[in-house]
């Protein structure tokens, strides 16, 4: 992909021949006069580098420079004249990432626009795979939920929101039925196919604001935002009953029915985490208890 470069200086002939050198050394270029003009150009149109003179009418090249870093993700190269009480440091502190004399040398100028580019290049496969290290830290491998640890990182978070601006916060636990059965009788290859389909299905009937786990082994658990105890009990019912409604295929392409039991909970103030959590998994055993491939709510704590 080719780089778009803006050249920013009040003098028309640095700027049109810097922009001819740099179009037949094949970058994209586009030019402005002034700071105000290359913000408009940067606002209209994706840009990588900036080059940019320090004087300039109005506002100059250095507080340019701040403005371009405060708020794009673009490189700034700042040219100065030799005789000008401007140094390489002052430029840096505004985020610049290369300084360079006026009159410019071409060649010069093109080497450390390669190697402004060259780190760009780097920083983005840098944070990228950053990126990619946290998305893996806190996604189970197998179904792409979320995993356990995250989920108690993100219930904590909801549970302060939930005491600083009162939303209702729900909380779903549910558990495959049977699951040690289908195990031993397909293999865990088969059943690891079931615990990716219900993965699916959970994605597909929550909505942005809610979160789903893989909390361990067969159970999953849902953080549910601003959603009270009966409206969770609705979206348990959804869930079980898209479950239900599936028809799973196993090795050698026989046909199972595979169902989920349910516990619902709604956060109640000044309730610790351990507390809430085990609520959920109390109605969910209730759901066992009472025959599976049903939903249980419990939206108290017992009374002391």
């Given at each position: 992909?080719?780089?778009?470069?803006?050249?920013?200086?009040?003098?028309?002939?640095?700027?049109?021949?810097?922009?001819?050198?740099?179009?037949?050394?094949?970058?994209?270029?586009?030019?402005?006069?002034?700071?105000?003009?290359?913000?408009?150009?940067?606002?209209?149109?994706?840009?990588?580098?900036?080059?940019?003179?320090?004087?300039?009418?109005?506002?100059?090249?250095?507080?340019?420079?701040?403005?371009?870093?405060?708020?794009?993700?673009?490189?700034?190269?700042?040219?100065?004249?030799?005789?000008?009480?401007?140094?390489?440091?002052?430029?840096?502190?505004?985020?610049?990432?290369?300084?360079?004399?006026?009159?410019?040398?071409?060649?010069?100028?093109?080497?450390?626009?390669?190697?402004?580019?060259?780190?760009?290049?780097?920083?983005?496969?840098?944070?990228?795979?950053?990126?990619?290290?946290?998305?893996?830290?806190?996604?189970?491998?197998?179904?792409?939920?979320?995993?356990?640890?995250?989920?108690?990182?993100?219930?904590?978070?909801?549970?302060?929101?939930?005491?600083?601006?009162?939303?209702?916060?729900?909380?779903?636990?549910?558990?495959?039925?049977?699951?040690?059965?289908?195990?031993?009788?397909?293999?865990?290859?088969?059943?690891?196919?079931?615990?990716?389909?219900?993965?699916?299905?959970?994605?597909?009937?929550?909505?942005?604001?809610?979160?789903?786990?893989?909390?361990?082994?067969?159970?999953?658990?849902?953080?549910?935002?601003?959603?009270?105890?009966?409206?969770?009990?609705?979206?348990?019912?959804?869930?079980?009953?898209?479950?239900?409604?599936?028809?799973?295929?196993?090795?050698?392409?026989?046909?199972?029915?595979?169902?989920?039991s349910v516990g619902v909970t709604q956060y109640c103030r000044e309730e610790p985490v351990s507390g809430f959590v085990q609520r959920a998994d109390q109605a969910m055993y209730e759901s066992k208890q009472a025959g599976r491939n049903r939903v249980s709510c419990i939206f108290k704590p017992p009374a002391e």
């Open positions: 992909m080719t780089a778009h470069i803006l050249i920013v200086d009040d003098e028309p002939s640095i700027r049109e021949t810097m922009r001819e050198y740099l179009r037949l050394s094949g970058y994209e270029t586009s030019v402005a006069s002034s700071a105000e003009e290359a913000l408009a150009a940067i606002t209209a149109c994706p840009m990588e580098v900036v080059i940019t003179d320090i004087m300039l009418p109005g506002i100059d090249g250095l507080a340019l420079t701040d403005q371009i870093k405060a708020s794009w993700d673009v490189d700034v190269i700042v040219m100065t004249g030799y005789s000008q009480e401007y140094s390489y440091e002052e430029a840096i502190s505004k985020g610049a990432s290369d300084f360079v004399f006026k009159p410019v040398r071409f060649e010069e100028l093109d080497l450390r626009l390669k190697r402004v580019l060259r780190e760009r290049l780097l920083n983005q496969e840098r944070l990228q795979m950053l990126d990619e290290l946290k998305k893996l830290s806190i996604t189970d491998g197998l179904t792409q939920l979320y995993n356990s640890r995250y989920f108690y990182s993100q219930l904590k978070g909801e549970i302060e929101r939930f005491n600083r601006y009162g939303h209702k916060l729900s909380l779903l636990l549910l558990d495959i039925d049977n699951f040690k059965i289908y195990n031993d009788t397909f293999g865990h290859l088969e059943g690891d196919k079931i615990l990716v389909r219900i993965g699916q299905i959970i994605r597909a009937c929550l909505r942005k604001m809610d979160t789903a786990y893989r909390y361990g082994g067969e159970e999953f658990t849902i953080i549910l935002p601003g959603t009270p105890g009966e409206e969770a009990r609705t979206v348990a019912e959804r869930l079980r009953t898209a479950v239900a409604s599936e028809t799973f295929s196993s090795a050698g392409n026989a046909t199972v029915q595979i169902t989920i």
